[in-house]
């Protein structure tokens, strides 16, 4: 029985999807976007028991999926966990564990849509915010300690319950911290929301339990999926064909300056300490490795020459072949749709696919009737020259490899169109679209027009990807 002022466990057990909006917010704000309307009840029953709309799986990064959330009613995200750069990498540097970044992303970006003031709003302000990057390290950590401390204004408007749940986590983080003081965290830039996801991972040393508990303060739907369930940190190398070889996502997709560290804090870390990386030895020197988007659509430096494979490695630098999350290999068994969306190729989606048992997964399932990818409208440094099948032949490639290599019993190779059935591109996209050689894959192209109204380049956002995938449907 739900208390006068209702905790936020307090929420009903039901299926996935069948919560509303701002189910566990009306009882704070006398504000929230209730109606009252009975056809809108009606609806929400009927959509709920319809079994109408297709259920997608949607294998995405953190920025390059978030424009086109919105086309996906029912929809399981999945997301690596080995970003490098940004506001985790400081994280990681002083704590270890998986990167949490682009999830934080993606779950901010599914809270539901409130009135401004409201006190989900003042939530989703609050976890979507960001300490001063251009300010001395005592201002940043002078503005955390109003955040820990409960004075800052960033509370004002956030329920008590809810205050005292992020606010337990973020003091959690914040000591962990202290206990690695040594490392001299950097609370530059520091995202809070990455804050409290940490906390809550290293608290119940789990993330998807974090996960859960962030959907649940924010009232999100959002179905959010780690690829890798681990607590360690998690890290992807990319062999060129040349022969070169470069770890980490950074250094993969945007390389920045180095930084060496200071002889005092080298000397300082303790191999057997249990709070120095838990045994994690790759340096992880870089503090708080900042980028922007426009920073990379700005211009890029191509690699030397193309990837022709990414693979995980241990904190010892040694090639390592981890199990994919069993809700992701879950979903792939029953969702309708798969969507390996726009983003980075191969420090985005193809870390998705890299993991033993994905490849059978995916050909193998019954109820996956369209395999759809979305073609970036321009290419990176990871993809720097490639046309449209370039892309595809890089997806298919790492999915009919053997995890491990030369491991025992035969491989499976499935035919290009077990994996990929549709390819969406736009209208104007500066990656070359054979589409004669696509259909001769087996693969059927689907053309969309969208520009961006400020710089005129091809765009997705999510009118554009729900257009095509009702084409994609209405074919089936």
Not at 55 to 63: A, E, N, P, T
Not at 140 to 150: F, K
Not at 313 to 322: M, R
Request: with cysteine.
């Amino acid at each position: 029985m739900d208390s006068l002022n209702s905790s936020v466990f307090d929420l009903p057990l039901q299926p996935d999807g069948a919560r509303t909006i701002h189910e566990t917010w009306d009882r704070h704000d006398p504000m929230a976007q209730v109606t009252d309307d009975p056809d809108h009840f009606q609806n929400h029953v009927s959509d709920a028991s319809s079994r109408s709309k297709p259920s997608f799986l949607v294998i995405s990064g953190g920025s390059g999926g978030n424009s086109i959330c919105a086309a996906f009613e029912n929809a399981c995200y999945v997301l690596p966990v080995s970003d490098d750069g940004g506001s985790s990498s400081e994280i990681i540097r002083v704590l270890g564990g998986p990167s949490i970044g682009d999830i934080r992303s993606r779950l901010v970006r599914l809270i539901p849509s409130a009135p401004p003031g409201s006190p989900l709003d003042t939530v989703r302000i609050l976890l979507s915010y960001r300490l001063p990057m251009s300010v001395s390290e005592n201002e940043a950590r002078a503005e955390w300690r109003g955040i820990i401390e409960g004075q800052s204004p960033l509370w004002s408007g956030i329920p008590n319950d809810r205050k005292e749940v992020i606010r337990g986590f973020l003091v959690y983080f914040e000591n962990e911290v202290l206990k690695r003081a040594h490392k001299h965290f950097s609370f530059l830039n520091g995202s809070i929301g990455n804050y409290f996801l940490a906390g809550a991972q290293g608290f119940f040393r789990s993330l998807p339990s974090a996960i859960f508990l962030f959907s649940t303060i924010t009232n999100s739907q959002a179905n959010i999926l780690p690829v890798i369930v681990t607590n360690h940190i998690t890290t992807i190398a990319a062999e060129l064909e040349n022969g070169t070889k470069l770890l980490g996502q950074c250094e993969i997709s945007h390389p920045v300056a180095p930084e060496i560290s200071s002889d005092s804090e080298l000397l300082s870390l303790d191999p057997l300490s249990p709070l120095d990386g838990l045994g994690e030895i790759i340096p992880q020197s870089r503090s708080n490795i900042m980028y922007s988007q426009q920073a990379k659509e700005g211009g890029y430096e191509p690699l030397q020459s193309r990837i022709c494979r990414l693979y995980y490695i241990n904190g010892y630098g040694h090639e390592v072949y981890p199990k994919p999350n069993p809700q992701f290999i879950k979903n792939l068994s029953t969702s309708e749709v798969l969507v390996y969306s726009c983003g980075s190729l191969w420090t985005s989606i193809i870390p998705c696919l890299a993991l033993r048992g994905v490849a059978s997964a995916i050909a193998g399932s019954r109820l996956l009737r369209v395999k759809a990818l979305l073609l970036n409208d321009s290419n990176d440094r990871e993809t720097d020259g490639y046309t449209a099948v370039d892309y595809i032949r890089a997806i298919t490639s790492v999915l009919n490899s053997q995890y491990p290599p030369n491991g025992l019993g035969n491989v499976s190779l499935y035919p290009i169109s077990a994996f990929i059935t549709h390819l969406v591109y736009l209208e104007g996209t500066k990656v070359a679209v054979d589409v004669e050689a696509v259909t001769a894959l087996g693969i059927k192209c689907i053309l969309v027009g969208k520009r961006s109204e400020r710089t005129g380049i091809p765009r997705y956002d999510a009118a554009v990807v729900q257009q095509a995938f009702e084409e994609i449907l209405s074919g089936q």
